[in-house]
């Protein structure tokens, strides 16, 4: 069964400060894997999104890499502000389970200005 | 494209009643998604439609909840009878290739 695991589960930081979101599975097996942010009492807004076959993906101040071989994921966010404080989620479809995604628990993030 | 709307957005109903979520997928899209999200155990997979065909419901806790797609744009999940522990957010997302795009979710509360 797969299962995601993100660490750490809440992080604060200063703003200007550049982080790391980690996201770990445990079947490499895995189709693409996504990065979500959900703001509180909203919905989940898609960030990115990488191939299996795909290292990394770069959107703006996002970057997230993909090591399918050691079941890890990092979102990273350069020069964070207060704006990106939220509730950061990766999901991990796999390629036997059809098209369901397996989430993580999340990553609490708060940046303080 | 307005993205997935759902509606309500929020219900407030007693235990026992019957309960009926409604979601409008992106058009164009062929996967349809209803989670559930709590506190205790986060987002899970309720079930998924492909072409308004259910492909995997094994995530339905149990025979209260029935999920149905009639068109290409219009999705039901209903609860009956509702319990208190049924109270959480509700997602529905839709996807045509690989992302998924999620509602503002409905967030239900069972007294």
């Known amino acids: 069964k797969q299962e995601v695991t993100q660490i750490p589960a809440a992080l604060s930081v200063p703003e200007g400060e550049n982080l790391v979101l980690n996201c770990s599975f445990t079947d490499s097996a895995i189709y693409n894997l996504q990065w979500f942010r959900q703001d509180p009492g909203k919905g989940l807004t898609s960030l990115l999104l990488i191939q299996s076959s795909q290292r990394e993906q770069t959107s703006g101040r996002l970057n997230a890499s993909l090591d399918k071989s050691s079941g890890r994921s990092t979102l990273y966010i350069a020069a964070s502000q207060p704006g990106d404080s939220a509730t950061y989620l990766c999901a991990v479809k796999h390629m036997e389970y059809g098209n369901k995604l397996v989430f993580g628990a999340g990553t609490i993030l708060r940046v303080k200005s | 494209d307005a993205g997935v709307i759902q509606s309500p957005r929020h219900e407030v109903t007693e235990m026992g009643q019957e309960v009926t979520l409604r979601c409008k997928p992106i058009?164009?899209?062929?996967?349809l998604f209803w989670y559930r999200q709590t506190m205790m155990r986060g987002l899970e997979l309720l079930i998924y439609?492909?072409?308004?065909?259910?492909?995997?419901d094994s995530g339905m806790p149990e025979d209260r909840f029935s999920a149905k797609m009639p068109n290409a744009s219009f999705s039901t999940l209903k609860i009956q009878p509702s319990e208190p522990r049924d109270s959480a957010v509700y997602f529905c997302?839709?996807?045509?290739?690989?992302?998924?795009?999620f509602g503002p979710g409905t967030r239900l509360t069972v007294l």
């Open positions: 439609f492909n072409n308004n065909v259910p492909i995997d």
């Open positions: 058009s164009g899209h062929d996967y």
């Open positions: 997302a839709s996807s045509l290739h690989n992302e998924q795009f």
